[in-house]
């Protein structure tokens, strides 16, 4: 069976309109109804029921207090009460029955009880083929959206299965995972085109002026490093491009030259006339270690240079400030 034939199977979902009817467990919290006072107001054990239909959609919300308070919502059922809806081992005077016997409930929470099961098996079928998605986001969009992907894959298979039973008995039916497979690529080469570049075979003769890491490409980065050849971006091409920005943004902000910047990493300060070296005892003279860099003297110098410019032992010392008042023009 090839993948056009499995597209066109799958396909015909689409040609009919489907209702989903669902019932499942969900939050007060959640539904827009305003009735917490009435959960709380409810008691373990006693298996009052408490109901809430919409006004113009057909939800019903039900609370029934089992050993815990159920709260359940359905878009198919009715405010019906079934008045010996399930069993359940009572409690009289703080002891359990031993034998079950009927209590009321809502239908659409024996409904539910009914087929929860079906959940874990669903879960079983879709762990084959599902979507993992580790996000660490806060959010639940992207997991419910993950969620509800799996389980539209699942359900698409099922009306795969009943298609194939149906129209085509007989012939070869795709397991789970080649039916997505087939299916998706299927549906992928309907649409536009999501390439906005030709895919090109790497030519077999190289340019050796374009080398980077043993592969050839018509796009460079303008950080990238290891090529042979000047014909490239080379290094000392970067940074022209890095003084030519700079120089750009000193047009429109005058004030903008040799700026003592603050930077994650530290370094020793590039000024001779750096008071530690004055101060230092030891054999080998050294600067103070500062996080601040004077940024277009970095550029020109191809390297961070940094300079004082910052609170030592209990004085301000500014080295930037001298540096620049004697040596730079």
Sequence with gaps: MDSAYTGDIMAQVGRHEWKMNMVGTSNENRTGADVKEEKNGMKKGTYDIVMFQHKTEPLNYAMWSDNN???TLSNFHSPQILSQG????RKVCGVRERAQTPIPCPKQNKDYSETFHLIDKGNG???KYDIILES???GWMPKLSVRYFNMNLNNAYKVYRSLVDTYTPGKRCHKMGDAVDEAAHAFLQKGESMRSQKAEHPSYVKDISRIYNGKDGRKLRADAKGHVSGHGRSKERIINVQLNSLRKRQKTNSWRTHQSIACLDRGK???KGCPNLHLSTGKRKRSYDTYMKCEE?????????YFCNNKKDGKIVNCHLCYHQKFAS
């Design 69 to 71: 308070i159920v709260r």
């Design 86 to 89: 399930l069993k359940r081992k």
């Design 125 to 127: 079928a879709e762990a």
């Design 136 to 138: 660490h986001k806060h």
């Design 269 to 271: 300060c590039a000024y």
């Design 297 to 305: 003297c970095s550029v020109i110098a191809k390297s961070s240079v």
